[in-house]
T-cell receptor, first 115, second 113 residues
Framework: AQKITQTQPGMFVQEKEAVTLDCTYD???????LFWYKQPSSGEMIFLIY??????QNATEGRYSLNFQKARKSANLVISASQLGDSAMYFC????????????FGKGITLSVRP | KAGVTQTPRYLIKTRGQQVTLSCSPI?????VSWYQQTPGQGLQFLFE???????NKGNFPGRFSGRQFSNSRSEMNVSTLELGDSALYLC????????????FGPGTRLLVL
């Protein structure tokens, strides 16, 4: 079984500053994928970034980077230079390798960007 | 390229009724997954279809079922609706089960009265 834990309360960040959203996970699968999704108030889930458990380097996608610490079982999302449009719910998720369509999600974190 | 579309976007039903939700994946995508999102339980995986076959199923009762057609479009059906089935139902498509990126649709918001 896989489990994702996101325990931060609502997060606030000043526009143009960086913010880190925490995610810890637990799994018995030897190989897995880690994902971050953004959900604005409209409801649609937007894919942000993916990290494979055997990837040596941390994933980056534009302003998003994933700080992957395998020994600590953490996969924190770092958003650099926050923008007002980044205000949303952020979900960490994982899946067994080969079954990336079967995601286990965390409870999510609300991020609010202040002007 | 058109994104994932879901119909209807909003639905109101009463207890005991059944409902069918539809999902059209991005052109060329053959894998479709369904998720239920509620305030209490969060996002939960329902099932996944690939090439008209159910590959994975989440921990939901048999009242929840789905299917996929040869054009990769998918439907999910909920029979004998309960109040607790009120949720946002999200569909996601990808090229295949191992694709890193799933693209989600806007969801169908179901309210059961």
């Amino acid at each position: 079984a896989q489990k994702i834990t996101q325990t931060q309360p609502g997060m606030f960040v000043q526009e143009k500053e960086a913010v880190t959203l925490d995610c810890t996970y637990d799994t018995s699968d030897p190989s897995y994928g880690l994902f971050w999704y953004k959900q604005p108030s409209s409801g649609e889930m937007i894919f942000l970034i993916y990290q494979g458990s055997y990837d040596q380097q941390n994933a980056t996608e534009g302003r998003y980077s994933l700080n992957f610490q395998k020994a600590r079982k953490s996969a924190n999302l770092v958003i650099s230079a926050s923008q007002l449009g980044d205000s949303a719910m952020y979900f960490c998720a994982m899946s067994p390798t080969g079954a990336n369509s079967k995601l286990t999600f965390g409870k999510g974190i609300t991020l609010s960007v202040r002007p | 390229k058109a994104g994932v579309t879901q119909t209807p976007r909003y639905l109101i039903k009463t207890r005991g009724q059944q409902v069918t939700l539809s999902c059209s994946p991005i052109s060329g995508h053959r894998s479709v997954s369904w998720y239920q999102q509620t305030p209490g339980q969060g996002l939960q995986f329902l099932f996944e279809y690939f090439s008209e076959t159910q590959r994975n199923k989440g921990n939901f009762p048999g009242r929840f079922s789905g299917r996929q057609f040869s054009n990769s479009r998918s439907e999910m059906n909920v029979s004998t609706l309960e109040l607790g089935d009120s949720a946002l139902y999200l569909c996601a498509s990808s090229l295949g089960p191992e694709a890193e990126t799933q693209y989600f649709g806007p969801g169908t918001r179901l309210l059961v009265l």
